[in-house]
């Protein structure tokens, strides 16, 4: 016999990932800023890419693989 799928469990990681997604996000933005006011000519984008994204490397997208395993499954779509 299956187990119930933790549905309950799935959605508060995924409201926990997401709060710290968007914390480390204004965290990363900010320290571009100051950044920035050290080198005003080089663009917000290319100073991040510079500064993180290319040092840090890319990494799966948690949150929506998250969702992907809810969507299949519950067998519907998230509403946004």
């Given at each position: 016999m299956a187990r119930q799928p933790a549905i309950g469990r799935l959605d508060n990681i995924i409201r926990?990932?997401?709060?710290l997604h968007n914390d480390a996000q204004?965290?990363?933005?900010?320290h571009i800023d100051a950044l920035?006011?050290?080198c005003p000519?080089?663009?917000?984008?290319v100073m991040k890419s510079c500064e993180l994204t290319a040092r840090a490397g890319s990494a799966l997208n948690y949150i929506a693989a998250l969702k992907i395993v809810?969507?299949?499954v519950m067998g519907?779509?998230?509403k946004t």
């Open positions: 926990d990932l997401e709060q204004d965290i990363f933005d900010s920035r006011c050290q000519g080089i663009p917000f984008g809810r969507e299949a519907q779509k998230e």
